[in-house]
């Protein structure tokens, strides 16, 4: 195994969120998941732009949100991802690039345009996404570089790209090219809605022990293990995979790595503005612990601090010295 | 005069702001005027992009900034500005309708793309725009609808907008059509640069009885007039317009109507984030106040809160609820 050059690699949608503050009647006239994400085509997403306030539009995607998160706290990474030829494909690459990230994926010529996730953000704090996939699910395993891949220390994978089927024979290939350097393998659950799709899959996968370090949330760890009882549920799922983190909103987090275990409390925030992308920069912080070596506890509060600071505005790219915020609190 | 069914349609550059933070190191080394406002080409435009940090993307242009506010506070709006048949045309389109205001201009086929505007804001809050107009120059007067102009009681334009031969064109139509309704036609001179070229036209509008109400800073007054001092300012242009607003950012704001006389002190704002469109938006709130019949000290004191919400976040739109925060100030 050479050095890595890189520190992680990630494979992830390539989405500019288009993001407005909502009042909670609009969630129910317009039949919304309340909190969660929902793929919608051509004519739905029309639909619920028209009825959305005036928007600011932030490059966001998930497995891209932890890397803008991993860069800001100085670690050294790549992007692979799908965007079109076209205006909102520009403006994710320049952000991304903006952000100290390498990004050579070649966009794709023609329609579908570039994905864009519409984000109905209510007064709490919550966002309702509601993703249009474009050309982001047409990423094709041909987009990778193998030699690239094996050259990070970690691979990350975000569940939603399980979904489509270009991304998904992608991810495979990706998983071997960075297992068979010896490197290892984290990949977030995403969603419940993913799990109850391809939940096999990911089953056998961890199984396979092609997974070094699993991301879920409490509602996800319930949808792959079918324990609703949390402590069960990390109990299932645990022993199967060498690093499992799993967070719980307000309730802070819990990791598990062989025979141990840490949890932190939630870090306080003066007051939650915009919810999205608090699991995606949970995990830039945890991954940034990671790759440096530090313990399980100093890497959960590094996800702390990350999902403090991005809950606290709008938009899911962090905003404020990331670096700064993390010192000051692990060091 | 029949009733005006409008209270303010502007025309004005459909613009989608570009916004990043930026160290002021990085002012200079772009060679940027610090504050100002640089029209630039499609090589600059890139040249900056590429040397800009992470962005957002949230809908601008000074005019249609002004009846954000205006919508905001009640006033039944329309706006007439060129975009582009393209993503940033449909962004700005959606952000400006769902803001409820009429914008019935068609988009324009092919090259150049929708203008953006690429913003600097330095730790101070202050902002450096680059705009690169595209589409939005080719404004033709073909595109005005002379009954809706007659129907609004007031027609606002904005200066930057008489830079271009087109929009030029159309905006002297536009005042022919509101002053042969009997409305009352409101300018802003947006920016020195903008005088630089275009002073002999603006003092050629006013000695001609065109301009009813005319907004400036104090750096466009002593442009405008050639007086440096202030008061000498005020007291040279004043008698020339029937409703002088001249603002002059944390000093406040004066304006003369005749033989009155009215001046505001700038309201307090926790932390001066981002001053994009604190212009646009006292306008605004003046404007509001002058169409329902207020105050001049009413109408500066509405600007004065506009002006305070805008600068306290990023971008030039308004975030809070604007109707709410006047209401509490003026009742």
Redesign the interface.
């Known amino acids: 195994m050479s050095d890595a050059t890189l520190d992680v690699i990630a494979i992830g949608n390539a989405i500019v969120d288009v993001m ?2 909502c009042a909670d009647a609009l969630i129910e006239k317009l039949d919304l998941v309340r909190g969660g994400m929902t793929l919608v085509d051509t004519a739905r997403a029309q639909e619920l ?2 009825a ?8 966001g995607g998930s497995a891209a949100n932890t890397l ?1 998160g991993l860069a800001a706290l100085g670690a050294r990474c790549a992007f692979i991802g799908q965007v079109a030829d ?3 494909g520009e ?1 994710f690459a ?3 690039r ?2 100290g990230i390498d990004f050579a994926t070649a966009a794709r010529a023609g329609d579908p ?1 570039t994905a864009r996730c519409l984000i109905f953000v209510t007064p709490d704090g919550q966002r309702t996404m509601n993703t249009f996939l474009g050309a982001s699910q047409f990423l094709p395993a041909a987009a990778l570089d193998e030699t690239v891949i094996a050259s990070a220390k970690v691979l990350y994978l975000e569940g939603y790209l399980w979904d489509p089927e270009e991304p998904r024979a992608a991810m495979r290939r990706a998983i071997e090219a960075s297992r068979g350097a010896g490197r290892k393998v984290a990949f977030t659950l995403s969603d419940a809605f993913v799990i109850s799709r391809h939940g096999d899959d990911f089953r056998a996968l961890i199984a396979a022990g092609q997974i070094d370090i699993l991301f879920a949330n409490n509602t996800e760890l319930a949808a792959l293990t079918g324990e609703v009882d949390f402590d069960a549920g990390i109990a299932a799922l645990a022993p199967k995979v060498p690093v499992l983190v799993v967070t719980r909103g307000a309730a802070g987090a819990v990791a598990v790595a062989g025979a141990e275990r840490a949890e932190v409390a939630a870090e306080p925030v003066a007051r939650v503005i915009d919810t999205t992308g608090a699991g995606d920069l949970f995990a830039a912080g945890f991954l940034a612990g990671h790759v440096r070596g530090e313990s399980l506890t100093t890497c959960l509060t590094m996800g702390a601090v990350a999902a403090a600071e991005i809950i606290s505005h709008y ?1 899911a ?1 962090p ?1 404020a010295e990331l670096k700064a915020l993390v010192a000051a609190r692990v060091g």
Chains 1, 2 share one sequence.
């Not at 959305?52 to 490059?59: D, Q, T, Y």
């Open positions: 407005a503050p732009y028209d959305m306030g005036p928007a600011r539009e932030i490059s803008a076209d205006q909102l403006v320049h952000d991304i903006a952000g345009p938009g790219r905003e």
